[in-house]
Nanobody
Framework: HVQLVESGGGSVQTGESLTLSCSAS????????MGWIRQAPGKEREGVGV????????NLVASVKGRFTISKDNAKNILYLQMNSLKPEDSAMYYC????????????????????????????WGQGTQVTVS
């Protein structure tokens, strides 16, 4: 499994911005798709955005579209989540996840809300980074 380490979380005011990063251990970006999932206390995991193996930009769920941007630097093996105009409802633990190419279709569907995101939805998870918006 690829090793994932998130960074960039913090506490901000409503309307401010944060950029999350997910550094992946050396791997071929062509063999994995990646995404961001968040989970607030007492709530289910929620997909935020997903990017396929070949792209540098990806898709976001409706609740964050227009405010967040997901991107990937394939040369550096880093996944980003640029979050602008943050709202209190964006407060959550944010996780980076990666799935192997053959399982990318259901992984991407789950993150985009077509299915349910569970711990088993991805082969690799980071430890999470907390985002708090007040």
């Amino acid at each position: 499994h690829v090793q994932l380490v998130e960074s960039g979380g913090g506490s901000v005011q409503t309307g401010e911005s944060l950029t999350l990063s997910c550094s992946a251990s050396a791997y071929s970006h062509r063999r994995f798709c990646m995404g961001w999932i968040r989970q607030a206390p007492g709530k289910e995991r929620e997909g935020v955005g997903v990017i396929d193996s070949a792209s540098a930009s990806g898709n976001l769920v409706a609740s964050v579209k227009g405010r967040f941007t997901i991107s990937k630097d394939n040369a550096k093996n880093i996944l980003y989540l640029q979050m602008n105009s943050l709202k209190p409802e964006d407060s959550a633990m944010y996780y980076c996840a990666a799935e192997r190419l053959p399982l990318c279709p259901p992984f991407m569907d789950n993150i985009q809300g077509i299915g349910v995101v569970t711990r088993g939805s991805a082969a690799s998870w980071g430890q999470g980074t907390q985002v708090t918006v007040s």
